[in-house]
């Protein structure tokens, strides 16, 4: 085997193993994920039912008192056929009151009915996908719901539902020194129990408080569970690119099952295999860059639960007992719901396991490194583009000699190429004689045919990790290196740097041996013409990362060859 065709074989496999890990993305998602249109921003009107999605309170099992038993029907909606009409019926969701609360970095807008979180807007990431020029990860628009939901489940005398996120609540006034811009305060009583429920931001950042009172106003004890619940259609934020996959779906943490992705197909076929009950853990919906979760500040037994509940709608949450409750007394029950980008950082000091929603697939091992490398170069020079050329550097350099074995190689099969051209020539019409005469100068002249193939190999995985980090870190988002590339995550909007890219590739192409069969040839002259057009679309941080590669790889391989000649 010649060097050319080993190195066909190795764009080959590299290109394989990059089909491979995008179909394992894109099956992980559940199947293709339709794109929404960021321009419909349609609310419902006041007091008519919502939309699909509108969710029962999830119910106790009557058979276990101890770990509560999910329950979630589709409500009646326009075009949703409910499974229960009496339950559709009566716990349809009317949209009350509109209320804002924001710090620096979020604005949430919270809806009395229910005291549902139905908005949230992420003042500090900019977008052009989504109408008012930021991401709004929580939204309640008809083609793009998004929302948190809590509430208490438990048997009532009569059968009445205790206050949960279908009924209305009220807004209370604030106590001495609360911010009215930043803080909240809802009740609601129902069943003999009142909930106060209690919403609040800090000066900045994404983490929301959320405090629930219980108060038992009824003759008799209580035993109640509440819920912490996010409920989300199963469309690709705004923005997906359809070149590269990212998960988009349901994602939980517990010690015993550590992070596990639930798809929404697994939800559908109700196969899931999550954890469903633990003593720790979180439970989100995680997209590209973003991503919302509920934590418990306590280390009591929760459940966790995933459903459907309705055409496109799905479900996730936990739900977690209370201690019994006397009449006339009450217990308190806090939680922070995070609703933000993906700060590595910020989600690692926030619970264990929720920084590993930031998604490097199976390469997590050697992407971790790579970004903790990246990020001290960021602060080393305060910039991300000059942070990856500096990272790419440094990672050619810790694989020079592997470079060096390679090039040397490549630097022996370009002396003798002129000779393996006359070899291919004489047996054009005997394969076997043609295969044996080249074997007998690669054993005469010491070359190894694949000794320009798998140090490149051995570099792959390093490289395929780099590529995720890139992709997945949000601090690329709106991130900017030099003249006019002001976003590392979109891509060049002068198409610049694929271009230089291709006219790298090509100078490659020509310091390489030359090929002995014209149909290599041609198929080696046309690859940097191939993988320019792919990279035309491709965030301009990764190709920022390639192109500094190239440029290495070009200066490393000139001077080995030289020196190689020299001798």
């Not at 921003?41 to 699909?52: E, F, W, Y």
């Not at 909606?77 to 009496?86: H, I, R, V």
């Not at 009142?194 to 035993?223: F, M, R, Y």
């Amino acid at each position: 085997m010649d060097t050319r065709r080993s190195i066909l074989l190795v764009v080959f496999m590299v290109s394989l193993f990059l089909l491979w890990d995008a179909w394992m993305r894109q099956s992980a998602t559940g199947g293709p994920i339709v794109s929404t249109d960021a321009s419909s921003t349609a609310q419902p009107a006041a007091g008519l039912p919502l939309s699909a999605g509108a969710v029962t309170a999830p119910s106790v099992s009557a058979t276990d008192a101890t770990i509560p038993q999910p329950s979630l029907r589709p409500e009646q909606g326009p075009g949703l056929a409910s499974t229960d009409e009496s339950i559709a019926s009566s716990a349809a969701v009317t949209a009350g009151d509109r209320i804002v609360i924001k710090n620096r970095d979020l604005e949430l807008v919270i809806d009395s009915s229910g005291a549902r979180i139905v908005k949230a807007t992420l003042l500090s990431q900019q977008s052009n996908d989504y109408s008012g020029g930021f991401v709004r990860l929580f939204d309640d628009s008809m083609d793009s719901r998004y929302e948190a939901q809590t509430g208490l489940v438990f048997a009532t005398p009569g059968g009445v539902s205790p206050p949960n996120h279908t009924i209305g609540f009220e807004r209370l006034p604030l106590q001495g020194g609360q911010n009215p811009e930043r803080e909240l305060r809802l009740v609601a009583e129902s069943g003999g129990v009142k909930l106060l429920k209690s919403i609040s931001l800090s000066e900045t950042g994404h983490q929301v408080k959320v405090v629930h009172t219980i108060v038992n106003t009824g003759a008799d004890a209580i035993t109640p569970s509440i819920y912490y619940q996010l409920l989300r259609n199963d469309r690709a934020p705004p923005g997906e690119s359809s070149l590269y996959m990212t998960f988009t779906g349901p994602a939980l943490y517990t010690d015993q099952g550590k992070f596990q992705k639930v798809t929404f197909s697994e939800i559908e076929k109700t196969n899931q295999s999550h954890v469903k009950t633990a003593s720790d853990g979180w439970v989100g919906f995680i997209q590209h860059y973003f991503v919302s979760a509920w934590v418990l500040g306590n280390d009591r037994v929760r459940e966790f639960f995933s459903r459907k509940v309705g055409e496109g709608f799905f479900a996730v949450g936990m739900i977690q007992p209370i201690q019994t409750i006397a009449p006339g007394a009450q217990q308190t029950h806090e939680a922070v719901l995070y609703v933000g980008p993906q700060e590595q950082r910020v989600l690692e000091a926030l619970a264990p396991g929720l920084d590993l929603v930031v998604d490097y697939g199976w390469l997590t091992f050697l992407a971790k490194p790579i970004y903790w490398l990246l990020e001290q170069l960021h602060k080393l020079v305060n910039n991300w583009g000059w942070a990856i050329v500096l990272l790419t550097l440094i990672i050619k350099l810790i694989f020079y000699p592997l470079s060096a074995a390679s090039y040397k190689s490549m630097a022996k099969m370009k002396a003798v190429s002129p000779r393996l051209v006359q070899i291919r020539e004489r047996y054009i019409n005997d394969k076997a004689k043609m295969n044996q005469a080249m074997m007998e100068l690669y054993k005469n002249e010491k070359i190894n045919p694949l000794g320009g193939c798998l140090p490149i190999l051995i570099q792959i995985p390093v490289f395929i990790a780099l590529y995720w980090v890139l992709l997945a870190s949000v601090e690329m988002r709106n991130a900017p290196w030099i003249l006019w590339i002001n976003d590392l995550s979109h891509p060049d909007p002068f198409y610049i740097l694929p271009v230089v890219m291709a006219i790298t590739m090509f100078i490659q192409t020509k310091l390489n041996p030359p090929p002995p069969d014209p149909v290599q040839a041609k198929v080696m002259m046309f690859m940097p013409l191939i993988f320019s057009v792919f990279f035309f679309f491709f965030p301009a941080g990764l190709v920022l990362y390639w192109l500094v590669n190239n440029l290495v790889s070009i200066a490393q391989q000139w001077v080995i060859t030289k020196r190689f000649n020299a001798t």
